[in-house]
């Protein structure tokens, strides 16, 4: 459970932190066991493992390459005929691309340009 700095301190001037004694700060169930070093132990160790791992030796992310998943266009069926029974599934997409699914699982697809 992550105790903030107000309950830790508990009025007090933060010297028993600043010694290394750990305070208790009470809830309604008890009180809350609180570390001497509020966890910079682990905050140091990640942030070392962030710096030894030389960020800025790493390439940087092209803008280009990066795009919003909401900015890429959408694409759904617009039309569709079923003939599931004797030949297969056509469709046409919204960017006016069309494909059929045949029964034995070949498929045709004819994009918008043409090809």
Not at 28 to 40: E, R
Request: proline fraction near 5%.
């Amino acid at each position: 459970m992550k105790v903030g700095l107000k309950d830790a301190l508990k009025k007090g001037d933060g010297s028993s932190l600043a010694k290394g004694g750990a305070q208790q700060p009470s809830t309604a169930q008890g009180t809350i066991s609180v570390p001497p070093d509020c966890y910079l132990k682990e905050l140091y160790t990640q942030i070392t493992a962030v710096v030894t791992s030389n960020p800025d030796d790493r390439e940087g992310i092209i803008d280009e390459e990066s795009d919003d998943p909401t900015a890429l266009p959408l694409i759904w069926v617009s039309k569709w005929v079923d003939y599931s029974d004797k030949y297969g599934l056509g469709y046409q997409l919204c960017d006016d691309s069309i494909g059929v699914l045949f029964n034995d699982f070949t498929k045709l697809l004819l994009l918008a340009d043409g090809e």
